[in-house]
């Protein structure tokens, strides 16, 4: 087990060289694949989208979810994408949205009946959004390389000296890297998204205390029905609640700075 574990460190620490970065919250990164591979992948796979997957044919609530997104996007820091941003609502009852590189953002219909007013709707596409800021799909996949690759060699490694109960260490390695690595970061991932969002909609004019309402809404609808929050890639709304309210104050300088107040109507 120990030997898996360095062969593992000893292949992300060798990335490092090639792939190191920073977060916009100050966290260090492995980043191995160049933008343009990563947004034609999110081109490639938000095409795909549309062509499986219903898209809403209500003119006021595509502009409203327009509205939404373009009053957020002069925000987007420069270098993230250069291009123009394509926004689709999919006729889906899903309570969810995503951003993809590639300048793609997705809404189902079913997160307009949570996220109930302008500002909620804005705080599920700014934390979208956030996640294509901080480059969190280019950081899981490369982890994935990394975790797969580590893996592939500790075997290999086991096997070659004949280590008594192969597979079971290999088996107990995919368990600790599930609960020790991936879901922590897929949790890391979701709070990074939520205050670079909480930032992106206040500087854009929306209220960022809805945020909170936001979760509220969201921990109601899902009736209470979530795994424990060890075992799950998104915090619980109560951690999120107070990730939020802890930065809240910032947030509110930014809105209260913002040149003017956001204006969509539903």
């Known amino acids: 087990m120990k030997l898996s ?13 090639v792939g190191c970065a920073t977060s916009p919250t100050g966290r260090n990164q492995i980043l191995l694949f160049g933008s343009d591979q990563l947004n034609a992948i999110g081109v490639q796979a938000f095409d795909g ?17 327009q509205c939404v997104a373009d009053t957020l996007l002069p925000y987007v820091p420069s270098g993230v994408y250069s291009g123009d941003w394509e926004v689709v609502v999919f006729n889906d009852d ?16 079913g997160l307009l009946k949570v996220a109930t007013n302008q500002h909620q709707l804005a705080a599920v596409i700014g934390h979208e959004i956030g996640h294509v800021i901080a480059q969190h799909g280019n950081e899981r996949m490369s982890q994935t390389t990394l975790i797969q690759t580590g893996s ?22 995919g368990l600790g890297l599930q609960l020790g ?26 209220d960022p205390r809805q945020s ?15 795994p424990m929050e060890l075992l799950s890639t998104h915090p619980a709304p ?3 609640i107070k990730n939020l309210q802890a930065n809240m104050d910032a947030a509110m ?9 956001a204006s969509c109507s539903q």
Do not use: C
């Open 181 to 206: 690595v991936q879901l922590p970061f897929s949790r890391t991932h979701e709070s990074e998204a939520d205050l670079i969002g909480l930032q992106l909609m206040a500087k854009a004019g929306f």
């Open 238 to 240: 109560d951690s999120r």
């Open 212 to 226: 909170v309402d936001l979760w509220r809404n969201m921990e109601a609808a899902s009736g209470g029905e979530r």
């Open 94 to 109: 899903q309570v969810n949205a995503f951003a993809l590189p590639g300048g793609k953002i997705g809404v189902y219909t």
């Open 5 to 17: 574990a360095y062969v593992l460190a000893m292949a992300m620490t060798a990335s490092t060289l």
């Open 253 to 261: 300088a930014d809105y209260q700075a913002s040149p003017t107040k």
């Open 49 to 65: 989208m549309k062509s499986e997957i219903p898209v809403s044919k209500q003119p006021a609530q595509n502009q409203y979810v």
């Open 152 to 173: 592939q060699v500790a075997n290999q490694v086991l096997a070659a000296n004949q280590v008594p109960y192969n597979a079971e260490i290999m088996g107990a390695l």
